[in-house]
Nanobody
Framework: VQFRESGGGLVPPGGSLRLSCAASGFPFSRYAMSWYRQAPGKERELVAVITSGGGSTNYADSVKGRFTISRDNAKNTVYLQMNKLKPEDTAVYYC?????????WGQGTQVTVSS
């Protein structure tokens, strides 16, 4: 299982970013996918999750109405569209899947929200 995340960067408050996570090594379309984030000195937290077919999503309260998770099963890719970014969204963002008893993580992509 491998993930290649991209799309992070520095953005001013109120700005937008789109994260991508390209997956390989497993039957992507059969598994739910998630985005997590970890800010300095804090525990990793769940940001958003999407079911295998993309028909259902859930979000952390802190990002509801601002972030959108989506997936393209033909491209084995999951996305996180982040709008109206706030300084408290600054973190390393990771894509994740859970297969049987194992959690799999990407290497992370840094998102920094600052003026």
């Amino acid at each position: 299982v491998q993930f290649r995340e991209s799309g992070g960067g520095l953005v001013p408050p109120g700005g937008s970013l789109r994260l991508s996570c390209a997956a390989s090594g497993f039957p992507f379309s059969r598994y739910a996918m998630s985005w997590y984030r970890q800010a300095p000195g804090k525990e990793r937290e769940l940001v958003a999750v999407i079911t295998s077919g993309g028909g259902s999503t859930n979000y952390a309260d802190s990002v509801k109405g601002r972030f959108t998770i989506s997936r393209d099963n033909a491209k084995n890719t999951v996305y996180l569209q982040m709008n109206k970014l706030k300084p408290e969204d600054t973190a390393v963002y990771y894509c994740n899947t859970h297969i049987f008893s194992n959690n799999y993580w990407g290497q992370g992509t840094q998102v920094t929200v600052s003026s």
